[in-house]
């Protein structure tokens, strides 16, 4: 019996020593890991940096607080700083036993300023609530990354405008260790616009589900060079709109010709267009005597849907420096950067 509760002593004992190791090695490892993520940040032209890292959570959890976080994007044209964001606090928390599925909360409001390099100039956004994870894929090699934010307001120091502000923001974006393509899914709840662009300022929701490859580094003229150069695309397999009289859909496949200017097909399917010509009109965007011909028109491309109700299937070209409707162009592109 002596022999029995010395056997099992020892074996309490090794479990909890090896328990006590494990528990220092993951969360030495969470360190570890923190500064490979600012290595490959850095690669892609971000830079990562906080005052202190606390360590705790001991025996039942892994955590890490992160005070004074500073997140910059480096490369920019001129001596621009394209994107900073900063937040006082950011908790990061895992299980011992699952040190690679990563929680996270960033405690209290934090802040982003984005530097358009356009007529908007600064644009300050506070987020009021950010949540989410960061977890190895399910099928591929790979990272996953859910985040939740709440009660987003952005607002233009340029601009004399009222903020653009989100209530609800989810998004999950997943991409291979080389962090050389994106694949995302966005979903947005109760946003209200700056001002009136006809459709009124209230969209209902947004749905985007999209894939890019590569990753832009910047959104400036040099990085979209650099971009288009690379073969990028942008492929919407999703987007669903709910705004005013516009309700509809869109999937297609974007890049960019050498005048950095959109390139490629996109389907966008209305549900009741004949509301949304009546808004339009409304707006001023077209002529009342125009309705009948525009109508008339979208009749051509219009079907019945599931639902008994008018739809209208528009497939546009990008092409030539233009946006095409079969063989009417319709609109010159600009490039999406100087």
Do not use: C
């Given at each position: 019996?002596?022999?029995?509760?010395?056997?099992?002593?020892?074996?309490?004992?090794?479990?909890?020593?090896?328990?006590?190791?494990?528990?220092?090695?993951?969360?030495?490892?969470?360190?570890?890991?923190?500064?490979?993520?600012?290595?490959?940040?850095?690669?892609?032209?971000?830079?990562?940096?906080?005052?202190?890292?606390?360590?705790?959570?001991f025996p039942l959890q892994l955590e890490w607080n992160i005070h004074g976080v500073a997140f910059t994007q480096t490369k920019g044209a001129g001596q621009r700083q394209p994107l900073q964001g900063v937040a006082d606090l950011l908790r990061v928390q895992a299980r011992p036993w699952a040190p690679q599925r990563l929680n996270f909360l960033v405690e209290g409001q934090h802040r982003w300023r984005t530097d358009t390099g356009g007529e908007a100039g600064v644009v300050v956004t506070t987020i009021a609530a950010?949540?989410?994870?960061?977890?190895?894929?399910?099928?591929?090699?790979?990272?996953?990354?859910?985040?939740?934010?709440?009660?987003?307001?952005?607002?233009?120091?340029?601009?004399?405008?009222?903020?653009?502000?989100?209530?609800?923001?989810?998004?999950?974006?997943?991409?291979?260790?080389?962090?050389?393509?994106?694949?995302?899914?966005?979903?947005?709840?109760?946003?209200?616009?700056?001002?009136?662009?006809?459709?009124?300022?209230?969209?209902?929701?947004?749905?985007?589900?999209?894939?890019?490859?590569?990753?832009?580094?910047?959104?400036?003229?040099?990085?979209?060079?650099?971009?288009?150069?690379?073969?990028?695309?942008?492929?919407?397999?999703?987007?669903?709109?709910?705004?005013?009289?516009?309700?509809?859909?869109?999937?297609?496949?974007?890049?960019?010709?050498?005048?950095?200017?959109?390139?490629?097909?996109?389907?966008?399917?209305?549900?009741?267009?004949?509301?949304?010509?009546?808004?339009?009109?409304?707006?001023?965007?077209?002529?009342?005597?125009?309705?009948?011909?525009?109508?008339?028109?979208?009749?051509?491309?219009?079907?019945?849907?599931?639902?008994?109700?008018?739809?209208?299937?528009?497939?546009?070209?990008?092409?030539?420096?233009?946006?095409?409707?079969?063989?009417?162009?319709?609109?010159?592109?600009?490039?999406?950067?100087?």
């Amino acid at each position: 019996m002596r022999l029995w509760l010395t056997v099992v002593g020892l074996l309490a004992f090794a479990v909890v020593g090896f328990a006590v190791i494990w528990w220092f090695f993951a969360i030495s490892l969470g360190e570890r890991q923190l500064a490979n993520v600012q290595k490959q940040m850095a690669k892609q032209g971000y830079d990562l940096r906080y005052e202190e890292l606390e360590q705790s959570g001991f025996p039942l959890q892994l955590e890490w607080n992160i005070h004074g976080v500073a997140f910059t994007q480096t490369k920019g044209a001129g001596q621009r700083q394209p994107l900073q964001g900063v937040a006082d606090l950011l908790r990061v928390q895992a299980r011992p036993w699952a040190p690679q599925r990563l929680n996270f909360l960033v405690e209290g409001q934090h802040r982003w300023r984005t530097d358009t390099g356009g007529e908007a100039g600064v644009v300050v956004t506070t987020i009021a609530a950010a949540s989410g994870a960061i977890h190895p894929r399910d099928t591929e090699a790979g990272w996953q990354l859910v985040i939740a934010l709440a009660d987003v307001a952005a607002k233009s120091e340029a601009l004399n405008a009222a903020p653009l502000t989100i209530a609800r923001l989810d998004a999950t974006g997943q991409v291979p260790f080389a962090m050389n393509a994106l694949e995302l899914q966005v979903d947005l709840a109760d946003v209200t616009l700056p001002q009136d662009t006809g459709l009124g300022t209230a969209l209902q929701s947004a749905s985007l589900r999209a894939g890019v490859q590569p990753i832009p580094t910047s959104f400036d003229a040099s990085g979209a060079r650099a971009w288009q150069a690379g073969g990028g695309l942008l492929t919407v397999h999703d987007l669903q709109v709910q705004f005013g009289a516009l309700q509809g859909t869109a999937e297609g496949v974007v890049g960019l010709d050498k005048a950095l200017r959109g390139e490629g097909k996109v389907t966008l399917r209305m549900r009741e267009p004949a509301r949304l010509v009546a808004s339009a009109i409304k707006a001023g965007w077209i002529q009342a005597k125009q309705q009948s011909l525009l109508t008339m028109g979208l009749g051509l491309f219009s079907a019945r849907g599931a639902t008994g109700k008018a739809e209208v299937a528009l497939p546009f070209d990008l092409r030539n420096g233009g946006l095409w409707l079969g063989p009417l162009r319709l609109a010159d592109l600009p490039p999406v950067a100087q």
